[in-house]
């Protein structure tokens, strides 16, 4: 198994500023991927972060609005930038190392007011 | 079409009953699929993998057809810790797709 550390747990931001989210495992992993839990809705894959290269962002996301560092194979931080209300949400990282199993951080709940 | 669809739900069950979710998927290059569970305001954890032989572990009993891209998972003598909702997850190329899940609650 995996152990991801995920912070910061929660948060309430006002709108228009930045949160950036860390996460930690426990080993080296090649790829780490982020998603967002909408409420009600579920995992949706923002990008993947592979260490020594840019993200790859799905459809929809864009790397001025979620900037994601991986500066090495065991940390990757995802920033929310000039947030609104729709941000809200649950922000997941995870890693799967070379096994089909995810593994899930903690998540962070960010509500924007 | 989304690339994997659950009933969301929510289906309300007498403890010790037993319940079933199907799931579907759109696309074949789907090469591994799984059952995770996401307790209310926690982190999906897997339950279970998915095999075309069909996999049981305990009261769950997941099965797979890939000819008709469906997937399915079977909960017997439900418990009210099975509560929960069910995520249907379909693996291609190593990006893992999540369907919508199917909320299951138990009732004493």
Same mark, same amino acid.
């Not at chain 1, 993947?48 to 994601?68: H, L, M």
């Given at each position: 198994?995996?152990? $991801?550390?995920? *912070?910061?747990? /929660?948060?309430?931001?006002? /709108?228009?500023?930045?949160? %950036? $989210?860390?996460?930690?495992?426990?080993?080296?992993?090649?790829?780490?991927?982020?998603?967002?839990?909408?409420?009600?809705?579920? !995992?949706?894959?923002?990008?993947?972060?592979?260490?020594?290269?840019?993200?790859?962002?799905?459809?929809?996301?864009?790397?001025? *609005?979620?900037? $994601?560092? /991986?500066?090495?194979? %065991?940390?990757?931080?995802?920033?929310?930038?000039?947030?609104?209300?729709?941000?809200?949400?649950?922000? !997941?990282?995870?890693?799967? /190392?070379?096994?089909?199993?995810?593994?899930?951080?903690?998540?962070?709940?960010?509500?924007?007011? | 079409?989304?690339?994997?669809?659950?009933?969301?739900?929510?289906?309300?069950?007498?403890?010790? @009953?037993?319940?079933?979710?199907?799931?579907?998927?759109?696309?074949?290059?789907?090469?591994?699929? =799984?059952?995770?569970?996401?307790?209310?305001?926690?982190?999906?954890?897997?339950?279970?993998?998915?095999?075309?032989?069909?996999?049981?572990?305990?009261? =769950? #009993? @997941?099965?797979?057809?890939?000819?008709?891209?469906?997937?399915?998972? &079977?909960?017997?003598?439900?418990?009210?810790?099975?509560?929960? #909702?069910? &995520?249907?997850?379909? &693996?291609?190329?190593?990006?893992?797709?999540?369907?919508?899940? #199917?909320? &299951?609650?138990?009732?004493?």
């Amino acid at each position: 198994s995996a152990v $991801i550390s995920q *912070k910061p747990s /929660r948060d309430i931001c006002q /709108r228009g500023t930045s949160l %950036t $989210i860390q996460c930690q495992v426990d080993s080296q992993v090649t790829m780490m991927f982020w998603y967002r839990q909408q409420p009600g809705q579920s !995992l949706t894959l923002i990008a993947t972060a592979n260490q020594g290269s840019e993200a790859t962002y799905e459809s929809g996301f864009v790397i001025d *609005k979620f900037p $994601i560092s /991986r500066p090495n194979l %065991t940390f990757s931080t995802l920033t929310v930038s000039n947030m609104s209300p729709e941000d809200s949400s649950i922000y !997941l990282c995870s890693v799967n /190392r070379g096994v089909p199993e995810a593994f899930f951080g903690q998540g962070t709940r960010l509500t924007v007011v | 079409r989304k690339e994997v669809e659950q009933d969301p739900g929510p289906f309300n069950v007498p403890e010790g @009953a037993t319940v079933a979710f199907n799931c579907t998927y759109s696309n074949s290059a789907s090469q591994s699929f =799984f059952w995770y569970r996401q307790d209310c305001r926690k982190e999906p954890k897997l339950l279970m993998s998915v095999y075309s032989s069909g996999n049981e572990d305990g009261r =769950f #009993t @997941a099965q797979l057809n890939r000819a008709s891209q469906y997937i399915s998972l &079977l909960i017997r003598d439900s418990k009210l810790s099975d509560s929960a #909702t069910y &995520l249907c997850v379909a &693996l291609s190329y190593q990006k893992v797709t999540f369907g919508t899940g #199917t909320k &299951l609650q138990v009732i004493p």
